[in-house]
T-cell receptor
Framework: AQRVTQPEKLLSVFKGAPVELKCNYS??????LFWYVQYSRQRLQLLLR??SRESIKGFTADLNKGETSFHLKKPFAQEEDSAMYYC????????????FGTGTKLQVIP | DADVTQTPRNRITKTGKRIMLECSQT?????MYWYRQDPGLGLRLIYY???????NKGEISDGYSVSRQAQAKFSLSLESAIPNQTALYFC???????????????FGPGTRLTVL
């Protein structure tokens, strides 16, 4: 079954510390993965997708097929990074659906 | 994104009542989705529609129905609300990506529904 696992419900880090939000997936095909973010009082929005291989707001995420992981990383956390982060996996089939993980709340302590 | 709106934003209702949540978009997207968000469970797909004549069940469609009145409107109904349908409901839209691939979803602000 296709599944996305985010093991941490809450991750607290100090400002300036490195951040790593974990995401593991199970999928038999070629995965396409994303990170969505929801800031306080804002809408859920796409942060980045692995095929773009880009850095957004200092965040990067590398797809590791061997470890079936897509961890989100940032070298130096900022207070404005505090938000809810969701990892998502594109499902196979013609309808282009995604399945979301349970989310990790990132709290950056000043 | 103000292009995707949901009404109402908050609703409290009683068990057994019929409730309709509405979603409108001005983005011109063909694809629309309804999700519910529960603490510890993340977002789960209820229904999705890839055009006006295409409606599909998601992973948790039991107890819900939808109507795609137009390209811009996608309504979610709870025919007989029950307390475990208390949740935050999100509508989302997307367009077809390059070569038919995935394109990002744009979310509405959410509707907080409480069923007593």
């Amino acid at each position: 079954a296709q599944r996305v696992t985010q093991p941490e419900k809450l991750l607290s880090v100090f400002k300036g510390a490195p951040v790593e939000l974990k995401c593991n997936y199970s999928y038999s095909g070629s995965p396409e993965l994303f990170w969505y973010v929801q800031y306080s009082r804002q809408r859920l929005q796409l942060l980045l997708r692995h095929i773009s291989r880009e850095s957004i707001k200092g965040f990067t995420a590398d797809l590791n097929k061997g470890e079936t992981s897509f961890h989100l990383k940032k070298p130096f956390a900022q207070e404005e990074d505090s938000a809810m982060y969701y990892c998502a996996l594109l499902l196979s089939g013609g309808y282009q659906k995604v399945t979301f993980g349970t989310g990790t709340k990132l709290q950056v302590i000043p | 994104d103000a292009d995707v709106t949901q009404t109402p934003r908050n609703r409290i209702t009683k068990t057994g009542k019929r409730i309709m949540l509405e979603c409108s978009q001005t983005k011109g997207h063909d694809r629309m989705y309804w999700y519910r968000q529960d603490p510890g469970l993340g977002l789960r797909l209820i229904y999705y529609s890839f055009d006006v004549k295409d409606i599909n069940k998601g992973e948790i469609s039991d107890g819900y129905s939808v109507s795609r009145q137009a390209q811009a409107k996608f309504s979610l109904s709870l025919e007989s609300a029950i307390p475990n349908q208390t949740a935050l409901y999100f509508c989302a839209t997307s367009d077809l990506g390059l070569a038919g691939g995935y394109n990002e979803q744009f979310f509405g602000p959410g509707t907080r529904l409480t069923v007593l």
